[in-house]
């Protein structure tokens, strides 16, 4: 599976982006699809994950209620909407993929090149 992030960028705090995640399998709706991020110093950790309906979906603590994630199995697309950024959601932003995994935080065996968002304060 190829996954091809886009949509990051600079944005002040308060302000809003939407990360897409592009994939060239064409049994996308297979897949469970998860947002990563990686900030400078730390750790990758699991921002977000969505099952293959888009019925299940996880967030991880720091983003809850202002982050959404959605999928369009139709268009082979997972989103990532950031709403009321903070300086501390300042990272590089990958998107993952698996179908092996036995939930949605589990392993994820694909990755996109990772785009990077920077919160002004």
């Known amino acids: 599976v190829q996954l091809q992030a886009s949509g990051g960028g600079l944005v002040q705090a308060g302000g809003s982006l939407r990360l897409s995640c592009a994939a060239s399998e064409s049994a996308f709706s297979r897949y469970y699809m998860g947002w990563f991020r990686q900030a400078p110093g730390k750790e990758r950790e699991l921002v977000s994950a969505?099952?293959?309906?888009?019925?299940?979906?996880y967030y991880t603590g720091s983003v809850k209620g202002r982050f959404t994630i959605s999928r369009d199995n139709a268009e082979k697309t997972v989103y990532l909407q950031m709403n009321s950024l903070k300086p501390e959601d300042t990272a590089v932003y990958y998107c993952a993929a698996t179908a092996t995994a036995r939930s949605i935080t589990g392993k994820y065996d694909f990755w996109g090149q990772g785009t990077l968002v920077t919160v002004s304060s």
């Open positions: 969505i099952n293959w309906k888009g019925s299940i979906a």
